[in-house]
């Protein structure tokens, strides 16, 4: 199972010219037969404004405990790419349930806003 890991993949930057092995976390198990999986960016880099849909996960607090990240690191939910399984390099860790929770309201906020 993947849903609630935190992975290794290579994301494109700089419009696809270029790539490098980041850290993600995988929002969804395998989906059809082609082994999809959500995944959403996470970033050693947190923002001085951070966004609604951004979550700090702070080095060696309770959330940080398990996830396999080395510094203070940020999911940034409204950066989400479906990627194939065979793209995950290596599994690092997993959120806890506290912070599946967080996850999950945050995504809900994500898509419910109105404008």
Aim: glycine share 4%.
């Amino acid at each position: 199972m993947t849903k609630n890991a935190i992975v290794l993949v290579t994301f494109p930057f700089n419009g696809f010219a270029a790539s490098k092995v980041r850290p993600a976390l995988c929002l969804t198990s395998e989906i059809g037969k082609y082994q999809h999986v959500i995944i959403a960016f996470i970033s050693s880099k947190i923002p001085q404004d951070l966004i609604d849909s951004d979550l700090i996960i702070h080095k060696n607090s309770d959330d940080w405990e398990g996830t396999g990240l080395t510094v203070d690191s940020v999911v940034r939910l409204h950066k989400m790419v479906t990627i194939p399984k065979s793209l995950i390099k290596r599994k690092l860790g997993v959120i806890n349930k506290k912070v599946k929770l967080e996850i999950t309201k945050k995504i809900m906020r994500l898509f419910d806003e109105e404008e």
